[in-house]
């Protein structure tokens, strides 16, 4: 099976849109977390 971006790329942009799986959330409350 080739793989076509085309395809398959704009469904999940969509779905990840919709689970708003890029959000971030900031509070002052929050602890500082570093990678």
Not at 8 to 15: A, G, L, V
Request: net charge positive; glycine share 6%; hydrophobic share 25%.
């Amino acid at each position: 099976m080739k793989y076509d971006p085309r395809k398959i790329e704009s469904k999940w942009q969509e779905h990840w849109a919709a689970d708003a799986v890029y959000r971030i959330t900031e509070g002052k409350g929050n602890e500082k977390y570093y990678c």
